[in-house]
């Protein structure tokens, strides 16, 4: 049901073009949303209920502040395509930029908590230049907050209500590999935020501030079964563009045509964004670099082509890799290298369960020790812990959801019901004398995306070929499905 607000924000914008909100919504974009839906497949309710989980883990009166990411620019002023961080998007599924929420544990509100929210306003002028959004009123009733204000008051709200409490505040330590944890962009973009809010964020050891990212990545780790069904759209496209991309493969072509029309078969099937820089690797010197993205060579035929790449799709990345022949037929040492780690990958997918009781280091052990025989049958000579040292220096699995890899992710946890992880056994054989020349500059990959069950285990990314009679008939194309 909608409320009787959105049914008057609605009827009064229903003839206009663009849409009246900030993001789809089923008024406005009915082919991306269903009844009751804040993003495609996950419903309003489940985001509430998620907010409710994370209050239930908390200390009493404990308060959370999520807030949107910001604009990043390429240049001066020219921005890269949006996208949310991933907790705000987990608690709220708002797509817009200026947000954030400020939930506050309470034993007197009735549902546990109380859900301040704070967005851009309706504002003629900006959404003339920028795109609608979504306002302040609708965004009440989409959120379900107690309180809805201007996102400009978001600082100086946070600043009195940490002020006025004592109690745990979990916030979320910005930063990355290039960017030091430390004060966040709103407090940053704030006018004069009081000098203790800098030290909040900044004192290494306050223990009012603890890591909302930890929090949330122990719910984010099991899918609901929303989420798991999103996932499997999303491996699903990207299954098929994979599968397609084999079909469209030849001689003579580029690695960056290959990477073009995994991307476009992507978006053409709704995907919003590939969900990383893919890896479209053919040859010896790209093959053997496990995150080579220049993909800008020719592809000869004789090599192979080792392609890692997946769609974001409705808010959840995939993650895919196959190797295939260029010419569509594997030579006989690819194939046998090839033999070799599709029956590893393919030994490690059923002890994906919960019954199995491994977790992901045990899943990497089991592979590098399989490795080991399936490299020694080959004529390999190897040391110990060689296949974890150089051949196969890279884990098998991890978890993917929200983020590709999503954080901070337990690889001693017994794997659990719900949790979706990959399972991507790889061999690279670098040129050297110990090594079969025949082996030397083949590098190979297969990698699944596995949904964890209680006594068995979903492969979401099935319909990518794998066997080798099937690579090289999509390859060739034997059944004329056509690159398209
Ligand atoms: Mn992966």
Redesign the pocket.
Known sequence: MLSSLTRRAARSYATLKPAPFGQPRLESHPHLLKEGEMTGGIQSAEYAARRARLVDALPDDSIVVAAAAPIKYMTENIFYRYRQNSNFWYLTGWAEHDAAIIIQKSASSSRGYKLSAFVAPKDENEELWDGARTGLDAAADFLGADEVYDYKRFVPELQRVLNTSAAVTYVESEGNRTTNAGVPHYVQRARDPDPWLLEFFTSPRTPRRRDLKRELAKLRVVKSPAEQEVMRAAADITARAHTKTMCYVQPGLGEAQLEAHFAYLCARDGAQRPAYVPVVASGSANALAIHYVANNALLESGEMVLMDAGCEYNGYAS?LTRTFPVNGTFTSPQADLYAAVLSVQKACIPLCTADAGYNAHDLYFHACRLLHAELTRLGFDLKEREVERVLCPHGVS?SVGIDLHEPHFDSSEKLKEGMVI?V?PGVYVPPLPQYPKHFHGLGIRI?DEVLVRKDHSVVLTLSAPKEIVDVEGACQDVLGLGAM
């Open positions: 993650d991890h990959t991507e990698e």
